[in-house]
């Protein structure tokens, strides 16, 4: 039998604190109709002021290996997709291999925004599946409300904090990792960005008070891209492993708007049984959505060990990801 990654566990970690859209109504020019209709979006979470990155992936990558039941030394290598590492350099990765003591294991970061996570996901599943290594920590996680402008109505509604860490382990019995189709349009990247920061634009008085350390976005264009990418490039997948989208028993998509999402269902066909949606009460966490969704068909016992799933991204870049995957099966309580 071919030697296949496997997920053996998830981690999941929500910061407590719940904003609605009434709270934020507040203090932005919006309100909790035109963010359910246009988003469905009802309420997100948000960390405590200066709460950085790596303390959520840590959370998530503790609870992984807690359901698990094996120590942090035993890891390898840990992956961290994040567009909010907590500084540019040394890798998000790096502070939490030292947070979770995982002594023997070699980390860095991807940057593929909403895309990050299966990207990741589908770097550590080579190193598993080639048999270098044996367990990998794959983890998304994002703080994106350290880079919001809340003048910014359009924008700033759609985003939530959280992580999520799945567990790579090897396996013979047929289930695991299948298949991974990625693309990058980089015509997209002036569409959804953050200018400031980087070597185009170091930071400064000037870069802070034109807030370019916020995220931009032109909304109509990313959507359009969006709606048309999710249902083309898991079609392609499909094809290429000799599946129809009627085979498919869960669709964990990326959680960026209720619209995109339908969109990218109606045209595979498939039904709501078999498609995750909780933006309602997460929002856009980026990295974290798809780790997020999955949790969210094992809490509502949408998920079980043979189920074919197809996980599907859009992010900055414009970033592409679409993972196949047999699920292994694990206790989740």
Not at 122 to 138: D, E, I, P, Y
Request: glycine share 8%; with cysteine.
């Amino acid at each position: 039998m071919t030697t296949r990654a496997r997920i053996t566990s998830l981690g999941l970690y929500v910061p407590e604190r719940v904003v609605t859209n009434a709270d934020l109504a507040k203090f932005v020019d919006t309100n909790d109709e035109w963010i359910r209709t246009r988003t469905g979006i009802h309420e997100r979470h948000y960390v405590e002021p200066g709460t950085p990155t790596s303390v959520l992936a840590a959370k998530a990558a503790q609870q992984a290996l807690e359901r698990r039941g094996i120590a942090a030394s035993e890891i390898d290598l840990i992956v961290v997709a994040t567009v909010t590492p907590d500084m540019l350099f040394p890798a998000t990765a790096c502070i939490v291999q030292e947070k979770i003591q995982a002594s023997k294991a070699w980390a860095f970061d991807v940057s593929a925004a909403c895309s990050g996570f299966l990207y990741a996901l589908t770097v550590g599943a080579q190193f598993v599946a080639t048999g270098v290594h044996k367990k990998v920590l794959v983890i998304g996680a994002d703080v994106m409300t350290s880079i919001l402008d809340y003048g910014d109505r359009t924008t700033c509604v759609l985003f939530g904090d959280a992580a999520g860490a799945v567990l790579l382990e090897p396996g013979d019995d047929g289930t695991g990792i299948l298949d991974f189709y990625h693309e990058v349009d980089g015509s997209g990247a002036k569409l959804l960005y953050m200018l400031g920061g980087g070597s185009l634009h170091p930071p400064t008085h000037e870069t802070v008070d034109a807030k370019l350390h916020c995220i931009r976005q032109e909304g109509a264009q990313v959507f359009k891209f969006a709606v048309r990418k999710f249902a083309d490039a898991s079609l392609h997948l499909l094809e290429r492993n000799g599946l129809t989208p009627d085979q498919v028993d869960c669709f964990a998509a990326h959680q960026a708007n209720i619209r995109i999402i339908n969109a990218a269902q109606e045209r595979l066909g498939l039904p709501d049984s078999k498609v995750v949606k909780n933006i309602d009460r997460y929002g856009n966490t980026t990295a974290a959505t798809i780790p997020l969704a999955l949790g969210t068909a094992l809490d509502e016992k949408r998920l079980k060990a043979g189920d074919t799933v197809l996980m599907a991204a859009v992010g900055a870049g414009f970033t592409v990801g679409t993972v196949l995957c047999r699920w292994s099966g694990f206790d989740w309580n």
